[in-house]
């Protein structure tokens, strides 16, 4: 059984076990959270597609640790004006497990 769920404004396919990096949520480490935002679920037999989400689907997650992400650097020239600049950022994350998919 898989998931479509949106965090964010990302969207991110999901199996029980799996773990993801979402942007960062105002939770505490090793609590659980419940998503609502399911856009489709699937198993073996059937497909559940929402429009735009299922209502009465949830995936349930523990929030393992609160990160950073890798520095990405910025850079802008420009040629024979003695023009440059640098600028660095690191998009703050969080990681999921994701313990239960449910559908109604």
């Known amino acids: ?11 991110y396919i999901v199996k029980e076990g799996d773990s993801i990096e979402v942007e960062r949520q105002k939770i505490e480490q090793h ?7 399911i856009l489709l679920i699937s198993n073996d037999k059937e497909t559940k597609v929402g429009q735009p989400f299922l209502k009465d689907a949830t995936v349930k997650a523990t929030v393992v640790e609160h990160t950073k992400a ?16 640098t600028k660095g950022h690191r998009q703050r994350l969080t ?6 998919i449910k559908a109604s």
């Open 70 to 85: 890798e520095k990405l650097i910025s850079f802008k020239y420009r040629r024979r004006k003695s023009s440059h600049w």
């Open 1 to 11: 059984m898989y998931a479509i769920i949106e965090v964010g404004a990302k969207q």
């Open 31 to 37: 609590k659980d959270i419940i998503l609502k935002n």
């Open 95 to 100: 990681r999921l497990t994701i313990k239960e």
